[in-house]
T-cell receptor
Framework: DVKVTQSSRYLVKRTGEKVFLECVQD?????MFWYRQDPGLGLRLIYF???????EKGDIPEGYSVSREKKERFSLILESASTNQTSMYLC?????????????FGQGTRLTVV | AQKITQTQPGMFVQEKEAVTLDCTYD???????LFWYKQPSSGEMIFLIY??????QNATEGRYSLNFQKARKSANLVISASQLGDSAMYFC?????????????FGKGNQVVVIP
């Protein structure tokens, strides 16, 4: 059974903290994505990676960075958490170089910054 | 810039009726893929159906079908014979392959509530 696993389901962090959200996939996918989901705004792409150590900015990268040291793991980093980063974060992965393959999603991390 | 547009407000649908969810997209890439996902209240994202830009026929998967109108850049999802379990958010997404870019962009979603 294919799997994308996010390290935490719920997180509460303080303003100014450095926050790491971890995502691991076991499907040997080249592509990995980080989205945030907010009511009325849908899923907005923060960053994605198409290979180890390769990354591209999505639509809302400000305040975030990412790391992909191994193919199966894609980390989202909030350098200095702020209350406007309170959101649901979704990680996804997919095969590369094909229009056809769908993305598989993790269960999401609900982050609250206080 | 927003590339996927889903503008319908929340919809109430009678059980066993069909419902159509609108999705329009914007791209200059001739090669792209369109996806629909379902997100029930549990939060998981469930892939429903895929349509490729070069596919000659509209995609179908069980009770889901895609009304693909390439010239109008629309990819509407049709759910036939609605069931209570169809109550969820539905997201349209697009993957463009220009420059080898595998970015996957989503719309804002459509809320569907199926009533008995």
């Amino acid at each position: 059974d294919v799997k994308v696993t996010q390290s935490s389901r719920y997180l509460v962090k303080r303003t100014g903290e450095k926050v790491f959200l971890e995502c691991v996939q076991d499907m040997d996918h080249e592509n990995m994505f980080w989205y945030r989901q907010d009511p009325g705004l849908g899923l907005r792409l923060i960053y994605f990676s198409y290979d180890v150590k390769m990354k591209e900015k999505g639509d809302i990268p400000e305040g975030y960075s990412v790391s992909r040291e191994k193919k199966e793991r894609f980390s989202l980093i909030l350098e200095s958490a702020s209350t406007n980063q309170t959101s649901m974060y979704l990680c996804a992965s997919s095969l590369a170089d094909s229009r056809h393959t769908e993305a598989f999603f993790g269960q999401g991390t609900r982050l609250t910054v206080v | 810039a927003q590339k996927i547009t889903q503008t319908q407000p929340g919809m109430f649908v009678q059980e066993k009726e069909a419902v159509t969810l609108d999705c329009t997209y914007d791209t200059s890439d001739p090669s792209y893929g369109l996806f629909w996902y379902k997100q029930p209240s549990s939060g998981e994202m469930i892939f429903l159906i895929y349509q490729g830009s070069y596919d000659q026929q509209n995609a179908t998967e069980g009770r889901y079908s895609l009304n693909f109108q390439k010239a109008r850049k629309s990819a509407n999802l049709v759910i036939s014979a609605s069931q209570l379990g169809d109550s969820a958010m539905y997201f349209c997404a697009m993957r463009e392959l220009r420059y080898g870019n595998n970015r996957l962009a989503f719309g804002k979603g459509n809320q569907v509530v199926v009533i008995p």
